[in-house]
C-alpha cells in the first residue's frame, strides 16, 4: 500500500467509533463535560445519543417543580454515607419521572394541541436530520417534547436545541397571534444515554407516551410521533 494514498476503510473505522460514542481524539472541552444552564446540570460528550425533554413555559409551576426538588433533596439526604452511584441515580431519576407524571396530566394552554402547531414542530425536528443530527425517536405531547438525537461532528447539543427552541417559538407565535409572550421553557432537560438497553427503554416510553397520557389507542395512532407511519411514507416520497 502506498502510504501516501488515504487509508479509507481506517477513517470508517474512525467513524464507528465516533458513532458509538468513543471520541477518536481528545474531546474538545466546549463540547464535553459537564455544564449548567439553569437549575439542572447537563453533560456533554462527543459522539454520544442524547434524551431530551422541552416544555411549554406554562406546563410546570415553578412552585410545583420547587416541591419535587425539595422532595428529591430530602431523599438525597436519606441515604447513607456510603451510598452507591446507582442509589443517587434512583433518585435524581424519581424526580425525572414526577415531572413526565405531571406533564402528562396536561396542565396549561397546551399549544401543542393545535394540529398546525404540532405538525410545524415535527417538521422542525425533522428539517435538520441528517445535517446537523441523526434524529431518533420523537413525540410532540399536548405540552412538551420528547426527541433521542446524535448531534453530529461540530454540533452541539445546546446549539441545536436553541435554533429549534427559537424557530418553533417564532412560528407557534404567529400561528397563536401574539408577540412577546415566552413559549418554551428556557431550561431544557437533557440526559446523555449511556447504553443500548437504556436508549430501548426510553424508546418504548417515547413512543408509548401519548397511549399512557390517554391521547391514542396505540403508538401508531398519534401524528406526532415518529411511530406515525406517514411520516415514513413522507421521507420516502421526499427522497423521489
Known amino acids: 500500500m502506498n502510504p501516501d494514498e488515504p487509508n479509507c476503510g481506517l477513517e470508517r473505522v474512525k467513524f464507528q467509533l465516533r458513532a458509538d460514542g468513543v471520541p477518536k481524539e481528545p474531546p474538545n472541552p466546549l463540547r464535553s463535560g459537564v455544564h449548567s444552564r439553569g437549575y ?16 411549554l413555559a406554562d406546563s410546570l409551576p415553578k412552585e410545583v417543580l420547587l416541591r419535587f426538588e425539595r422532595e428529591q433533596a430530602e431523599a438525597l439526604r436519606r441515604l447513607p454515607v456510603n ?33 398546525e402547531i404540532a405538525d410545524m414542530i415535527a ?27 446524535w448531534p453530529m461532528p461540530n454540533f452541539t447539543l445546546s446549539e441545536i436545541l436553541k435554533s ?5 417559538a417564532r412560528q407557534a407565535n404567529l400561528f397563536l397571534e401574539r408577540t412577546g409572550k ?6 431544557s432537560y437533557d440526559h446523555w444515554i449511556r447504553k443500548d438497553d437504556e436508549k430501548a427503554r426510553i424508546r418504548r416510553y417515547i413512543r408509548m407516551n401519548p397511549v399512557n397520557a390517554r391521547l391514542c389507542q396505540a403508538p401508531e395512532d398519534w401524528k406526532w410521533s415518529s411511530a406515525w407511519p406517514g411520516w415514513n411514507a413522507a421521507a420516502s416520497s421526499a427522497r423521489v
Open 83 to 115: 451510598a452507591s452511584g446507582e442509589q443517587v441515580g434512583e433518585i435524581h431519576r424519581e424526580l425525572r419521572r414526577k415531572v413526565e407524571r405531571y406533564l402528562d396530566r396536561g396542565v396549561g394552554e397546551c399549544h401543542l394541541l393545535r394540529p
Open 123 to 149: 417538521e422542525a425536528l425533522r428539517h435538520f436530520h441528517n445535517e446537523q443530527y441523526l434524529l431518533d425517536d420523537w413525540v410532540v405531547m399536548p405540552n412538551h417534547v420528547h426527541v433521542i438525537l
Open 164 to 168: 429549534r427552541k427559537r424557530h418553533t
Open 182 to 187: 415566552t413559549f418554551w421553557q428556557r431550561e
Open 40 to 55: 439542572l446540570p447537563h453533560v456533554k460528550r462527543e459522539g454520544a445519543s442524547y434524551f431530551i425533554t422541552f416544555r
